[in-house]
């Protein structure tokens, strides 16, 4: 954070009323006082019990608004913002033949959840000090057909503790973006992705019921939360020779 510039008597200006109305906000929604969804007492009420102006409190709550924290919505209030990936791209995998398919059926698998060394390069893009442990999540996406996805996700143990008693029942229910939003109170603010080709080796291959060397589509991907904080590392496969990967922007 910016140093304030130095009073002209030798000391510091005081910060902006919205600016610490806007920390204040700020400490709450990463404290859990507001969980991601729950709307934020109205404008008028804050300005009373934080003695600001309306004025103050407007300013305060677009920044936070710009910054991802917060949501408005015209004629029901403000909300700590949720997952703001869009929908379709966070309940399910999009797998098509053509633009106009529909989106296919699946089921969730859990291979398996269980605590594992930090490694490179995990830890240094979850920004992860040392070599601390991580969580190891193999899920596999299914539909009557047979195997559509290989997801293998590694999570900071610090961040998720008892990840394994928390999450673990629910994963075959509801994806694992639903399930931390839902336990921990972390809303995915955005993803950063990347593709590549590769030959599916003994690990993927035997997972997607395919040969060794078979083609697939590898996307690592990066889930960040609040303050751009990376949360989750995670390594798909898929065998696109039937269906490719869909994306709407």
């Known amino acids: 954070m910016a140093r304030s510039k130095a009073h002209p008597r030798g000391g510091e200006a005081p910060l902006p009323a919205y600016y610490r109305l806007q920390m204040e906000l700020l400490r709450g929604i990463e404290n ?25 409190v407007n300013r305060a709550l677009a920044n936070l608004v710009n910054d991802g924290y917060l949501k408005r919505i015209q004629g029901k ?32 698998k859990v291979l398996s959840l269980e605590e594992t060394p930090g490694f490179q390069p995990a830890n240094r893009l979850l920004k992860m000090r040392g070599a601390g442990k991580l969580w190891k999540v193999r899920r596999l996406f299914v539909n009557r057909k047979g195997p559509l996805m290989y997801y293998v996700s590694y999570l900071p143990q610090r961040l998720f503790k008892d990840l394994d008693q928390i999450i673990s029942p629910l994963m075959e229910k509801m994806t694992l973006y639903e399930g931390i939003e839902k336990k921990y109170g972390l809303p995915t603010i955005f993803n ?34 609040y303050k751009e904080k990376p949360y989750e590392y995670r390594i798909s496969y898929c065998i696109t020779d039937d269906t490719k990967m869909f994306r709407e922007m």
């Open 77 to 108: 209030g403000t909300f700590v913002a949720g997952t703001t990936i869009p929908l379709e791209s966070v309940r399910y995998t999009r797998l098509r033949r053509d633009f106009s398919d529909p989106d296919p059926r699946f089921k969730i």
């Open 192 to 225: 950063q992705e990347l593709f590549s080709a590769v030959a599916a080796d003994q690990e993927v291959a035997e997972v997607l019921q395919a040969e060794v060397g078979t083609p697939v589509l590898k996307i690592e991907m990066l889930s960040f939360t």
């Open 32 to 56: 859990g006082r507001w969980a991601p969804g729950e709307a934020i007492p109205p404008e008028r009420k804050m300005a009373e019990d934080f003695g600001v102006s309306l004025g103050t």
